[in-house]
T-cell receptor, first 113, second 114 residues
Framework: DVKVTQSSRYLVKRTGEKVFLECVQDMDHENMFWYRQDPGLGLRLIYF???????EKGDIPEGYSVSREKKERFSLILESASTNQTSMYLC????????????FGPGTRLTVL | AQKVTQAQTEISVVEKEDVTLDCVYETRDTTYYLFWYKQPPSGELVFLIRRNSFDEQNEISGRYSWNFQKSTSSFNFTITASQVVDSAVYFC???????????FGSGTRLQVQP
């Protein structure tokens, strides 16, 4: 079974803090993704990575950065958290092709006070 | 541009009723892939089905079935004899070759009452 894990289920941070969200997959997948989920807006792509050290911006990259130093690990970084970044963050991974099935982690619910 | 519309924001049914979740998509591509995911209260998105644009056969998996109609750009999902455990948010999504990220609909929340 594909397994995608995220470092925290719930996280509470203060405005201006630097926040790291980590994601690990165990299926040797090429692609990894970070999505943000907000009520009524569905899931929106923040960043994705198609190989180690390779990344591309998604639809809403502003205020975020990412890091992929190892194939199995993909980190989302909020350099200076703001209240409008309070959201559910979902990590996913897939094999090489863009149309391959994406498998999701359990999500991290981040609250920025 | 790709777009997925799930017009039903929330549906409530009583256990054992059949329920259909609608999904309408827009794309200019001839090759594309459609997906359904389930998100239970725990939050994790669970993959249900992947279908490519050249395969219009309906699919059945236990109580779940999917109706893909290219003529109406729809990929609807039916749960037969619904159960309380089916309560979740269901997302329809679309992708095409050359694009790595899924385009999601806004989701349909299904509540199954005992």
């Amino acid at each position: 079974d594909v397994k995608v894990t995220q470092s925290s289920r719930y996280l509470v941070k203060r405005t201006g803090e630097k926040v790291f969200l980590e994601c690990v997959q165990d299926m040797d997948h090429e692609n990894m993704f970070w999505y943000r989920q907000d009520p009524g807006l569905g899931l929106r792509l923040i960043y994705f990575s198609y190989d180690v050290k390779m990344k591309e911006k998604g639809d809403i990259p502003e205020g975020y950065s990412v890091s992929r130093e190892k194939k199995e690990r993909f980190s989302l970084i909020l350099e200076s958290a703001s209240t409008n970044q309070t959201s559910m963050y979902l990590c996913a991974s897939s094999q090489r092709q863009g149309t391959d099935t994406q498998y999701f982690g359990p999500g991290t619910r981040l609250t920025v006070l | 541009a790709q777009k997925v519309t799930q017009a039903q924001t929330e549906i409530s049914v009583v256990e054992k009723e059949d329920v259909t979740l609608d999904c309408v998509y827009e794309t200019r591509d001839t090759t594309y892939y459609l997906f359904w995911y389930k998100q239970p209260p725990s939050g994790e998105l669970v993959f249900l089905i992947r279908r490519n644009s050249f395969d219009e056969q309906n699919e059945i998996s236990g109580r779940y079935s999917w109706n893909f109609q290219k003529s109406t750009s729809s990929f609807n999902f039916t749960i037969t004899a619904s159960q309380v455990v089916d309560s979740a948010v269901y997302f329809c999504a679309l992708n095409r070759p050359g694009r790595r990220a899924l385009t999601f609909g806004s989701g349909t929340r299904l509540q199954v009452q005992p």
